[in-house]
């Protein structure tokens, strides 16, 4: 009976060069100190001018609390607000983590195939046979490197739509935190009609009582005080609904709900910005049609690796090493492959053509749906700006003038105290409007920024970003 044999000395040596190269390829497939988020980091810096932090550790989540409460020990402005969301929402976190995700898989297209050992024990008669093999995979040795390239491009489109992520969420937050100082500041001029009714009510109420008034003009004055009341309970709960929004999309919860507002919103601009060349800049500044850009070339790259490996579907490289303990030690090596009798690839190539061609049209389609959109936005953003300054200029001095001359004309005794409540309630009412023309147009700003950029979920190949993004992708998982 024999043993095992193990190998000789000078079988060792003849192999250590192997064994020490192929620990030198493995090293190269490292992870990144950064694990990718350096380029979405600088996104929001460049884009934002905000910062942005991923919570990989205890430390990193302290000094993301200790930021939120310096910001919020303050009245929040509409970039303390952009500032707290990107910091502490943790759906964004939670993004941040598919690059951890897509990085370790970049890693693991770099890694070397585990070799293979197979060990066999016959027995023939009094005759022992021992049987040792190792393999290696030999195709995924060869196609590393093109599935290499695949992973990289794909790491990168994962940053892409991590940094078109964050970069929605801001827009998200700005148009929440818009919508939440206007809902609030609609409600206090709805307090000031309603309590304008209430006054118009109670003085009817008591001329009717004295004979003054008759009950006609007295319902009238009751049913408006009625619709005041009603109208301030729904702008109430529009403010609720509002800031509950703006403190999910900042991720707070506890005493940071108790987070405090301004009174009013940032005045309007002197003039609108104006771009005559918009549809050049989404197209250079997109990520969505960056991303499909890149999506055609992934896919292309992948129809390369279908041909090359085609016929080489499932190939291995064995050595041998059998022994027995009636015949002298077997040693040899052996390639096993397999035969393109029945399936010749064509079916494979042809799927990964058809998907090429159609990772073009729908970048095509970006980016015609993108030219469409911000035309679409910027002619929304000055069509707003048109009519919050038409509000701001022309109707509340109009309304405010009128207001005066009622003054004059009550005490002149000219007019009576229901007419100067009516011209008030007018006046107020003017004011509200000319809030809500505000609030449209930084709404509308936001709508345009985000249509420069890129709304999420737009291409079918996904996001990336662009060619500073995808330069460094190699440095991702090391390199030699």
């Known amino acids: 009976m024999t043993t095992p044999r193990h190998l000789s000395a000078t079988a060792a040596a003849r192999r250590l060069p192997l064994v020490l190269a192929s620990l030198m390829l493995a090293g190269c497939a490292s992870f990144s100190p950064d694990g990718g988020f350096g380029a979405v980091e600088q996104v929001a810096r460049d884009r934002l001018g905000k910062d942005a932090l991923w919570a990989r550790t205890t430390a990193d989540q302290d000094r993301i609390d200790t930021r939120v409460a310096e910001l919020l020990a303050r009245p929040l402005t509409v970039d303390d607000a952009v500032q707290v969301a990107l910091l502490n929402n943790k759906g964004l976190q939670a993004r941040f983590f598919e690059l951890g995700i897509g990085e370790a898989e970049l890693v693991q297209s770099s890694r070397l195939p585990n070799p293979g050992f197979s060990f066999g024990r016959l027995r023939r008669g009094g005759e022992i046979e021992l049987e040792r093999g190792y393999h290696l995979d030999l195709a995924h040795l060869l196609a590393m490197p093109l599935v290499r390239q695949v992973e990289e491009r794909r790491f990168a489109q994962t940053r892409g739509a991590v940094a078109v992520q964050l970069l929605a969420l801001a827009s998200e937050a700005r148009k ?154 077997q040693t040899g090596w052996e390639v096993g492959l397999e035969l393109p009798l029945f399936d010749w690839g064509g079916a494979r190539v042809a799927r990964a053509e058809a998907v090429y061609m159609q990772a073009l049209n729908r970048a095509a389609e970006t980016a015609v749906n993108a030219r469409s959109e911000v035309r679409e936005a910027y002619g929304a953003y000055r069509l707003a700006w048109d009519i919050a300054h038409h509000h701001r200029d022309e109707i509340v001095p109009l309304r405010q003038h009128i207001a005066e001359e009622n003054v004059l004309r009550y005490n002149g005794m000219l007019i009576g105290v229901f007419d100067l409540l009516a011209d008030a309630r007018l006046q107020i009412a003017s004011v509200n409007a000319c809030i809500e023309s505000l609030r449209d147009f930084w709404l509308a700003q936001a709508d345009l920024e985000m249509a420069l950029i890129g709304r999420p979920g737009l291409s079918g190949g996904g996001m990336a970003l662009g060619n500073d993004m995808a330069a460094g992708s190699a440095d991702a998982g090391g390199g030699h």
Request: no cysteine; hydrophobic share 40%; charged share 25%.
């Open 176 to 329: 929440a935190y818009v919508t939440a100082v206007a809902a609030e500041e609609t409600v206090r001029y709805g307090r000031q009609v309603q309590q304008a009714a209430e006054a118009g009510a109670e003085l009817a109420r008591r001329m009717v009582e004295v004979g003054n008034f008759n009950k006609l003009q007295r319902l009238r004055e009751q049913s408006f005080y009625a619709d005041a009341t009603l109208s301030l309970a729904r702008a109430e709960r529009a403010a609720s609904a509002s800031r509950e929004k703006l403190t999910r999309l900042m991720g707070l919860w506890g005493t940071q709900t108790q987070f405090q507002l301004p009174e009013r919103l940032p005045d309007l601009p002197e003039a609108p910005e104006d771009q005559p060349d918009i549809e050049r800049a989404a197209l250079a500044q997109r990520l969505d049609v960056q991303g499909a850009r890149l999506a055609a070339e992934q896919t292309a790259k992948s129809l390369g690796l279908t041909k090359t490996t085609r016929f080489v579907n499932v190939l291995e490289l064995g050595w041998a090493h059998n022994s027995s303990n009636e015949e002298p030690t």
